[in-house]
Antibody, heavy 119, light 107 residues
Framework: EVKLVESGGGLVQPGRSLKLSCAAS????????MGWVRQAPGKGLEWIGE????????NYTPSLKDKFTISRDNAQNTLYLQMSKLGSEDTAIYYC????????????WGQGVMVTVSS | DVQMTQSPYNLAASPGESVSINCKAS??????LAWYQQKPGKANKLLIY???TLQSGIPSRFSGSGSGTDFTLTIRSLEPEDFGLYYC?????????FGGGTKLELK
């Protein structure tokens, strides 16, 4: 069974940094592109970015490229999202997701982790 | 970025009915559209990708159609578990973008 479990969320002050993790299991992690999507309270989904199998290609949505960094550790089956210079606009549920074998759409998602940016 | 516009915003229906949700792209995205279902307390679920390809494990009452700029998700013979939020997403060019969502509610 494919499982994606996010962790590392919580309350963080404006301007600070936070690193999210996503533990993957139930599939061969190093065979898949992985990505992050977020959802602000009461709003729709926003694609953050994705990383390929060997970390040689990382794509970001342009507006977040300078604040967020995606990485992965294939030995630990873990995906990361490093977030810096956080503002209230970054308050959201952050989802880890796996891209499909035959599509760039995300075929499995985690349940998400809440990040609240507030003083 | 490609803008994705979903309609309707809200949709009320009864079990057994059929419904359609529309998604319009601001420019051609070929066939590269995905549909997702979102329900409280559950992981988001991929229903359809490439416009009309049914994701493995998804019931055949879900179907997708369209190409270019106009797409439709159709759910035939609604089951109680089908009520929730639905999002379209273009996966033709970067960055992938989502529609604003359609809430399918029980009438």
């Amino acid at each position: 069974e494919v499982k994606l479990v996010e962790s590392g969320g919580g309350l963080v002050q404006p301007g600070r940094s936070l690193k999210l993790s996503c533990a993957a299991s139930g599939f061969s992690f190093n065979d898949y592109w992985m990505g992050w999507v977020r959802q602000a309270p009461g709003k729709g989904l926003e694609w953050i970015g994705e990383i390929n199998q060997d970390s040689s290609t990382i794509n970001y949505t342009p507006s977040l490229k300078d604040k967020f960094t995606i990485s992965r550790d294939n030995a630990q089956n873990t995906l990361y999202l490093q977030m810096s210079k956080l503002g209230s606009e970054d308050t959201a549920i952050y989802y880890c997701a796996r891209a499909g074998a035959f599509t760039t759409a995300f075929d499995y998602w985690g349940q998400g982790v809440m990040v609240t940016v507030s003083s | 970025d490609v803008q994705m516009t979903q309609s309707p915003y809200n949709l009320a229906a009864s079990p057994g009915e059929s419904v359609s949700i529309n998604c319009k792209a601001s420019k051609s995205i070929s066939k590269y559209l995905a549909w997702y279902q979102q329900k409280p307390g559950k992981a988001n679920k991929l229903l359809i990708y490439d416009g009309s390809t049914l994701q493995s494990g998804i019931p055949s009452r879900f179907s997708g159609s369209g190409s270019g700029t106009d797409f439709t998700l159709t759910i035939r013979s609604l089951e109680p578990e089908d009520f929730g939020l639905y999002y379209c997403q273009q996966h033709n060019e970067y960055p992938p973008t989502f529609g604003g969502g359609t809430k399918l509610e029980l009438k």
